[in-house]
């Protein structure tokens, strides 16, 4: 089941800040936020295995709210090199071992 | 360099034909993933493989078939090519043998033109 991202596109100027939302409807067991930059292989940012756990990288967070099977990925302070293509990827309770990615939030810091 | 490495990088081909993509993982990654990836649908989670066996299976067309050989190395055979399956496909490899706390490590993908 593929989960859905919002919003599909973003453009930032630097410094300013994003949230990217990702919503299942089924049961979610983890969720695992990846970045592509354009030409390249999607990158590991953080998986969040419980519910309500909250996870940073740099000025790079998510959450991830079990309950309403919804992750949100926050960016703070953005740069330059936050641009690319940002997805989340979900494993359902039941879904064995396939992680599913959503379709993509692109986004765009401009100077 | 994330360590997995995919060929062809480029494959132009005409529609009918057959191809194979392959993919080596990481040293020592036992679990390798294979993803389609176009504009309009993301990446698409096509099949998983651990060890030499099938573990997961997504949206894999039945015109599509991968395997996992012994020294772990993976290929994908697409058949009976449309232009639809123009895409991007990546490999991906993980330590373990499932998702729940493995990072994918992806290659750079190989680009598949069907004319």
């Known amino acids: 089941q593929q989960p859905v991202q919002s919003p599909q596109a973003v453009i930032l100027r630097e410094g300013e800040d994003a949230v990217i939302n990702c919503s299942s409807s089924?049961?979610?067991?983890?969720v695992h936020w990846y970045r592509q930059k354009h030409g390249e292989a999607p990158v590991f940012l953080m998986i969040?295995?419980?519910?309500?756990e909250q996870k940073g990288h740099d000025k790079i967070s998510a959450s991830f709210n079990e309950k309403k099977q919804q992750s949100s990925l926050y960016l703070t302070a953005s740069q330059l090199s936050y641009s690319g293509t940002y997805f989340c990827?979900?494993?359902?309770?039941?879904?064995?071992?396939?992680?599913?990615f959503g379709k993509g939030t692109s986004l765009l810091v401009t100077p | 360099d994330s360590g997995v490495t995919q060929t062809p990088k480029h494959l132009i081909t005409a529609t009918g034909q057959r191809v194979t993509l392959r993919c080596s993982p990481r040293?020592?990654?036992?679990?390798v993933y294979w993803y389609q990836q176009s504009l309009d649908q993301g990446l698409q989670f096509l099949i998983q493989?651990?060890?030499?066996?099938?573990?997961a299976k997504g949206n894999i067309l039945e015109r599509f078939s991968a395997q996992q050989f012994p020294d772990l190395h993976s290929e994908l055979n697409l058949s009976s090519l449309e232009l639809g399956d123009s895409a991007l496909y990546f490999c991906?490899?993980?330590?373990?043998?499932?998702?729940?706390?493995?990072?994918?490590?992806f290659g750079e993908g190989s680009r598949l033109t069907v004319l």
């Open positions: 991906a490899s993980s330590a373990g043998q499932g998702i729940p706390t493995g990072e994918l490590f």
């Open positions: 969040l295995l419980k519910g309500g």
């Open positions: 089924k049961a979610l067991y983890s």
């Open positions: 493989y651990y060890n030499g066996e099938e573990r």
């Open positions: 990827g979900t494993k359902g309770s039941n879904s064995g071992y396939a992680l599913n």
């Open positions: 040293s020592g990654d036992l679990s």
